[in-house]
């Protein structure tokens, strides 16, 4: 473990260990098998990482993101690590000097998909070679109710039977107690150290706005907390992801879109230009997002309702994995709850397993009608409690009001009852509204008893209650697709106003959330000091000379260092290598890579003051 501390500051520029890192990387180097969750930023490469400059052989890192690898090599190769990867954009010729590097012993760390690894080819390579051992990334892919199910996953058991002496560790940021249980299961890991870390990011700051105007809303909330920050907004269709990146492209700011159906050379462009440029927004579905190393995408925005809370924090999580404050912003509406169930009804799965992804949405629906902390609740989905409301969501800084709706209530679900449950919500709420419409005098619904006795509800805020009304569980939709409006049980005792009195409180409608810019002392300790204007300045020269240098090399700028070390450059000023190698991310490859320029930016900068 010296060793490994040595290469921690010498190789990767850090000081200690965080969360349970010494103790995985310790495991590992003993030969044992490990399975760790850790949230996205909190540091699991390393984990793998040093075992494999430790251990005797390469690392074999198995990964799903063939668009990725290129850049996480690129990384590694910065900090002075041998690392490669054999995919399908290498020439066969480039394919076999990676091959032959790996049997001579030149490589540390070799990345590849599941797919080629379970080739038989590749399995007899492998075992011609000395393998110090195997990293599964993104281990919920085993998982069949996980959110990134990928079958090539579950084969990978066979690595135990077929190389019973190498260790491997299986990683991930999100899995609930099903699915580690799962992760154990498929890939015969039942011998394995667990290490679970808190799945707590701080400084991240959650809010979930009922949409009204959702992109109006998107844009108050770009303008007012993120004019020129790196983001992700992810959408639910195709259409709308194009839709929405033309519209942000309109309005001045660098927009990409980023979906399946894109072709496959200018996905991958979008995907480089957002890795590799400043401030670039990329407008996705959720196939994009997974593995992104940036480090200072400082928002995610979510325009419609994830599926369930797994995706929303694995999603969420793609921000500010330095530590830094980021905001998770999400709209959604009446529709997305809709469509939700629609998806999942209709599928052509099990009924147990339907069973279980409505639960999942249950889940989800609720983090968002809550109206105690987001952050308390989201950690408890995982297992982890969290003793005190955090002091950094929408929930906490600005608590939502709720209301008696027991008689509203009431009205919606006559309403729906005496139109014989045929009905989605926007004729319900327009006959409760009294609106004149052709249709409901053909239906004679006019002459309801239920007919504009409604009208002290705005139409929206009716559309908040038939929302919620699902989410609680009154109210059902149709499995055809139409958005019909369907009675539970549940609804029954507060139709026929039983004898056991029921009260239904609901959430007030409020204005589209913002994210905070004055953080609560409960996230203060991960954020940075708040730099001088002078200490901005040269923050800001530094991230161009990191933005000339990443350019020459073909490598995102974040490759050469992350923002949270140029802060620190800027705030201490060094003036010589040993207060350089002082500054966290600033191992001896880089500073021999770039210390001079470097310090000689920060002298340039001290004599123009002076």
């Not at 969750?37 to 390393?46: A, R, Y």
């Not at 251990?55 to 490669?84: K, T």
């Not at 959408?235 to 072709?263: I, M």
């Not at 008689?407 to 309403?415: E, F």
Request: hydrophobic share 40%; net charge neutral.
């Amino acid at each position: 473990m010296q060793r490994a501390l040595h290469i921690l500051k010498s190789t990767f520029g850090y000081d200690s260990f965080r969360h349970h890192q010494a103790e995985i990387i310790e495991a590992l180097i003993n030969g044992q098998d490990v399975l760790t969750l850790m949230p996205t930023g909190g540091g699991k490469s390393i984990c793998f990482q040093i075992p494999a400059l430790i251990r005797h052989g390469a690392a074999i890192v198995i990964s799903p993101l063939i668009a990725l690898m290129q850049d996480q090599v690129d990384a590694l190769n910065q900090l002075g690590i041998r690392a490669a990867f054999l995919n399908s954009t290498l020439h066969p010729e480039e394919q076999q000097l990676v091959e032959q590097e790996l049997l001579a012993g030149a490589i540390d760390l070799l990345y590849m998909a599941p797919e080629r690894l379970l080739t038989e080819s590749m399995l007899r390579l492998l075992e011609q070679a000395d393998i110090a051992l195997f990293a599964i990334d993104e281990a919920h892919c085993v998982s069949q109710w996980g959110h990134d199910f990928r079958k090539e996953y579950q084969q990978l058991s066979m690595l135990h039977t077929r190389f019973p002496n190498v260790p491997r560790i299986a990683l991930t940021a999100t899995a609930d107690a099903r699915t580690r249980d799962e992760i154990i299961e498929q890939l015969s890991l039942q011998q394995a150290r667990v290490f679970i870390n808190s799945f707590d990011r701080p400084n991240i700051h959650y809010a979930i706005a009922e949409s009204g105007n959702s992109r109006e809303a998107l844009w108050r909330f770009l303008t007012e907390n993120h004019p020129d920050d790196a983001g992700i907004v992810y959408c639910l269709s195709r259409k709308s992801v194009e839709a929405t990146a033309a519209w942000l492209q309109k309005k001045g700011r660098t927009a990409l879109p980023y979906h399946a159906g894109l072709d496959q050379h200018l996905r991958a462009r979008n995907q480089q230009r957002f890795l590799r440029e400043e401030g670039v927004i990329i407008v996705a579905t959720i196939a994009f997002g997974m593995g992104i190393d940036k480090p200072d995408v400082r928002f995610v925005a979510h325009m419609n309702l994830p599926k369930n809370i797994e995706s929303y924090y694995q999603e969420t999580g793609r921000a500010g994995r330095d530590g830094l404050p980021s905001n998770a912003w999400m709209s959604y509406g009446l529709k997305d709850v809709i469509n939700l169930r629609l998806f999942t009804e209709n599928s052509d799965a099990s009924d147990e397993f339907k069973r279980a992804m409505l639960q999942k949405t249950d889940a989800m629906l609720g983090l968002c009608e809550l109206t105690s902390c987001r952050r308390q609740a989201l950690l408890a989905y995982f297992g982890e409690v969290m003793e005190q409301p955090c002091g950094n969501c929408d929930n906490c800084l600005n608590p939502p009001e709720t209301w008696d709706a027991t008689i509203a209530a009431q009205k919606a679900l006559s309403c729906i009852y005496r139109t014989r449950e045929r009905f989605g919500a926007q004729y319900i709420i327009a006959i409760l509204t009294g609106k004149d419409d052709e249709r409901i005098r053909r239906n004679h619904h006019d002459q309801l008893s239920t007919f504009n006795i409604g009208g002290e509800h705005s139409s929206a805020e009716w559309r908040g209650i038939f929302r919620q009304l699902i989410a609680h569980g009154y109210l059902a939709t149709d499995t055809e697709g139409y958005g019909v409006l369907k009675l539970t049980q549940k609804a029954w005792p507060l139709l026929k106003r039983s004898e056991t009195p029921q009260t239904v409180m609901l959430r007030k409608l409020r204005r589209p959330a913002k994210a905070q810019k004055k953080r609560s002392a409960a996230a203060s300790s991960a954020l940075p000091e708040a730099l001088s204007p002078a200490d901005q300045a040269l923050f800001e020269t530094l991230r161009a000379l990191r933005s000339k240098l990443a350019k020459a090399q073909n490598v995102p700028p974040y490759v050469i260092f992350p923002d949270k070390t140029l802060t620190e450059m800027a705030m201490l000023k060094p003036t010589s290598n040993s207060q350089m190698l002082d500054i966290s991310g600033v191992g001896e490859t880089k500073l021999s890579r770039y210390g001079d320029a470097f310090l000689e930016a920060v002298g340039a900068a001290a004599d123009k003051n002076h």
